[in-house]
């Protein structure tokens, strides 16, 4: 199989309804549990995301393969 392009798409938990939740984990540096905290979304199982087109540069080749309601 040959790659054609590559796209950038994100998850989109707000418009599929679904139950994202963000949480705190403490961050490690070098194997050691540091006192930083930074957070982390847990994306709910879901097939909705959309297609980031800031920079598109094979449109060609993603409106040849998208439905013709997302182009």
């Known amino acids: 199989k040959e790659i054609l392009c590559v796209v950038n798409v994100q998850h989109d938990c707000t418009s599929s309804g679904a139950n994202c939740g963000i949480r705190n984990v ?3 540096q070098e194997r050691i549990v540091t006192m930083r905290l930074r ?3 847990d994306h709910a199982p879901t ?4 297609l980031n ?3 598109l540069h094979n449109y060609q080749h993603i409106s040849a393969l998208a439905p ?4």
Do not use: G, P
């Open 47 to 50: 097939n909705a995301y959309f």
């Open 68 to 71: 013709r309601s997302a182009c």
């Open 26 to 28: 403490q961050e490690r």
């Open 39 to 41: 957070q982390l979304v």
């Open 53 to 55: 087109t800031h920079v």
